[in-house]
């Protein structure tokens, strides 16, 4: 199976008035990439200039590096910055440089995976030009925190920070940069290929 772990960072919280601030998708194939070290995967990264930018402060806080990286001139024309309305254009680029293929009305249309993605991401991805006819999610996502989920003590899906210690790291950390928390999804979802949970519920009923 072929996947795309995505993760945004923004402005705030309310995609009808905040704006994504960098953009980040890696490409991982179960069947052809799951030894491959998370460094090499397929990588598609950009941080989205906008005339104005509206946000909360805690946003803004979290994200003063990317908005450092985004008022330096000098970067003016780097190849990971972009404006809003190429974004799409040159994510679908990406996605068929990686084996995607467009459906008949020309669009790429794939599974997506990251924390939160469904509830969250893809409320601003909704947003942005050409969503929906150049670049569309399939209907059912992938959320790492159905897979850490302790069904007996939890009463909510477990945070990324949860997530990581019960992989067994020693120091659980969310980097809050979007490439960084987009590979740790697939590190998180790996153990998962080989031991699915369906399998270990059929071995347990016998």
């Not at 990317?66 to 008022?71: F, R």
């Not at 249309?109 to 969250?120: D, E, I, P």
């Not at 989920?149 to 997530?163: A, G, Q, Y």
Request: charged share 20%.
């Amino acid at each position: 199976m072929r996947y795309v772990s995505l993760d945004l960072e923004t402005s705030g919280p309310d995609p009808l008035r905040h704006q994504t601030l960098e953009l980040a998708a890696v490409v991982e194939d179960t069947r052809r990439t799951a030894t491959t070290p998370l460094a090499e995967l397929p990588a598609f990264r950009r941080a989205l200039r906008h005339p104005e930018i509206c946000g909360t402060a805690g946003a803004l806080a979290l994200n003063a590096g990317l908005l450092q990286e985004l008022s330096d001139k000098s970067r003016v024309g780097a190849p990971d910055i972009c404006a809003l309305h190429e974004v799409l254009p040159q994510l679908r680029e990406f996605l068929l440089a990686n084996g995607f293929k467009p459906n008949k009305k020309d669009c790429v249309s794939v599974t997506l995976a990251g924390k939160n993605v469904g509830t969250y991401d893809l409320l601003f991805l909704r947003q942005l030009p050409g969503w929906g006819t150049l670049v569309k999610a399939e209907p059912a996502v992938l959320d790492p925190a159905v897979f850490y989920l302790n069904w007996h003590k939890d009463s909510r899906l477990p945070s990324m920070l949860i997530c990581q210690a019960r992989a067994g790291d020693a120091e659980p950390h969310v980097a809050h940069q979007a490439l960084a928390d987009a590979l740790e999804v697939v590190r998180l979802l790996r153990p998962f290929y080989e031991h699915p949970v369906y399998q270990a519920v059929r071995e347990n009923n016998g």
